[in-house]
């Protein structure tokens, strides 16, 4: 089982739609979750940090669930400019060493 | 403007020949980073250093190498043991403070094609 699995994708959705991305790690013990934005050839952009109460952006809403060990992405309303790959980034670490998991990414393509 | 550099943005290389890429930061983060992108795949890492004068191997660490002179300096090694080298390379870097995981920043990445 891969430490952090995503959906690859594509979500094609048209413009103004509601997209819901989840991500699963497999190490408990990780304390640190984040989702990045990577556009097409650029480097990783960070989104939002997700904490354990839950946190929202404007249209982004990003949640935890560590009984099931996933969380969650929410694009509301969503527009031409979110086509994008989202990653997921896990890190395990508590303190010292910081080793961050990535996904392989979800891929969304917003339809006009 | 704080933030990461890399250099050169785009390289290619014959095959046998070392090549080294640049990262800078000027955010006065104690942890950096190297990670390799292939298509379809999530990011790898290669090396990491928390402190000056020191660093560790990542999970695909076979035919680079890095050093870490300087806080703000760590660049990487391509060498001509590493068998597949053509790839998108980021070098990221953290606050690397104890407790919890900060969030990585990016350099904008260099893409090397081997000929």
């Known amino acids: 089982r891969k430490e952090v699995e995503q959906d690859p994708g594509p979500f094609n959705v048209p413009e103004g739609a509601t997209v819901a991305f989840n991500c699963t790690y497999s190490?408990?013990?990780?304390?640190?979750f984040f989702w990045y934005r990577q556009d097409c050839r650029k480097e990783p952009k960070l989104l939002m940090s997700v904490y354990s109460s839950g946190n929202e952006d404007g249209r982004f809403t990003a949640q935890l669930n560590r009984a099931s060990q996933y969380i969650s992405l929410l694009i509301r309303d969503s527009k031409l400019s979110d086509s994008a790959t989202y990653l997921c980034v896990v890190n395990g670490a508590t303190s010292g060493t910081y080793k961050y998991i990535f996904g392989t990414g979800t891929r969304l393509k917003v339809l006009a | 403007d704080g933030g990461i550099t890399q250099s050169p943005k785009y390289l290619f290389r014959k095959e046998g020949q070392n090549v080294t890429l640049s990262c800078e930061q000027n955010l006065n983060h104690d942890a950096m980073y190297w990670y390799r992108q292939d298509p379809g795949q999530g990011l790898r890492l290669i090396y990491y250093?928390?402190?000056?004068?020191?660093?560790q191997k990542g999970d695909i660490a076979e035919g680079y190498s890095v050093s870490r002179e300087k806080k703000e300096s760590f660049p990487l090694t391509v060498t001509s043991a590493q068998k597949n080298p053509t790839a998108f390379y980021l070098c990221?870097?953290?606050?690397?403070?104890?407790?919890?995981?900060?969030?990585?920043?990016f350099g904008e990445g260099s893409r090397l094609t081997v000929l």
């Open positions: 250093s928390q402190i000056v004068n020191d660093f």
């Open positions: 190490n408990s013990a990780s304390q640190s």
């Open positions: 990221a870097s953290s606050l690397g403070e104890t407790g919890l995981a900060g969030e990585l920043f």
